[in-house]
T-cell receptor, first 120, second 114 residues
């Protein structure tokens, strides 16, 4: 079973509709993230959550909202979808790992498979 | 992210070396990362380097870091068709909350020709 799952995997909707993208994880990580990927722009951070009560805006949060229902669930909502929100959306979790060589911690992010959203 | 820059496309022949370059802006970055995205999938961590290192080697992968120029590169030796993917450079930057988050480059699409 996948550790980070996203539903739906594909969605086509119309301008003005409310859309919710769901993310669940079985990794037990406190930190979760939502990104969007656009061709030539890479990944841009929408929102991130370092625990259930700690939610923060990322680089491009306008037009989006999130809900962290539990440690394992982090949902992204588009209150009123518009065509320029057409993109591939990724959920991710992260965990601190130990770099034995440097005796320090680094963060590894684990990504879901993505949701392709098309807004007509 | 606009703070991390990469070229968009690289084409190599199977068996050749591939070099993917990245420039970043935040001199306070502690770790720098390379992620790989295969078609239809999310990103996976490929390798990372701590900011006080110049080089890190991991099997076919070599990461070079030039802190003075804020330049990071990923060299893949003996490139295989299975290496065809999009490669993202990422740096860890401070956020307004004081925590750190990753900023990703635009990604370099590596195409390996048989």
């Amino acid at each position: 079973d996948a550790d980070v799952t996203q539903t739906p995997r594909n969605r086509i909707t119309k301008t003005g509709k409310r859309i919710m993208l769901e993310c669940s994880q079985t990794k037990g990580h406190d930190r979760m993230y939502w990104y969007r990927q656009d061709p030539g722009l890479g990944l841009r951070l929408i929102y991130y959550s370092f625990d259930v009560k700690d939610i923060n805006k990322g680089e491009i949060s306008d037009g989006y909202s999130v809900s962290r229902q539990a440690q394992a669930k982090f949902s992204l909502s588009l209150e009123s979808a518009i065509p320029n929100q057409t993109a591939l959306y990724f959920c991710a979790t992260s965990d601190a790992r130990w770099d034995r060589g440097e005796n320090r911690r680094y963060n590894e992010q684990f990504f879901g498979p993505g949701t392709r959203l098309t807004v007509l | 992210g606009e703070d991390v820059e990469q070229s968009l496309f690289l084409s190599v022949r199977e068996g050749d070396s591939s070099v993917i370059n990245c420039t970043y802006t935040d001199s306070s970055s502690t770790y720098l990362y390379w992620y790989k995205q295969e078609p239809g999938a999310g990103l996976q961590l490929l390798t990372y380097i701590f900011s006080n290192m110049d080089m890190k080697q991991d099997q076919r992968l070599t990461v070079l870091l030039n802190k003075k120029d804020k330049h990071l590169s990923l060299r893949i030796a003996d490139t295989q068709t299975g290496d065809s993917a999009i490669y993202f450079c990422a740096e860890s930057i401070p956020t307004p909350t004081g925590r750190r988050a990753l900023t990703f480059g635009s990604g370099t699409r590596l195409q390996v020709q048989p």
